[in-house]
């Protein structure tokens, strides 16, 4: 199942009760708990890319100092 709004919405009010429900979307959860971190990693890592890339271009054009 994936995090969609519908399929959400759709769980939700499907009148599904007892362990199974609860066990679904728990699992749920998990899932879009898990795509969130993902998400954010990459962020991060776009960013710490982008911040090399213009340090490495400011280094060379000598507006930083060497190794700052």
Do not use: D, I
């Amino acid at each position: 199942m994936g995090g969609s709004v519908a399929e959400w919405v759709s769980v939700l009010y499907s009148g599904a009760e007892g362990p199974e429900f609860k066990s679904q979307l728990c699992r749920q959860t998990v899932h879009t708990h898990c795509a969130s971190v993902r998400q954010a990693a990459k962020l991060v890592a776009a960013l710490l890319r982008v911040a090399g890339v213009t340090a490495g271009l400011a280094e060379s054009n000598g507006s930083l100092p060497p190794g700052l």
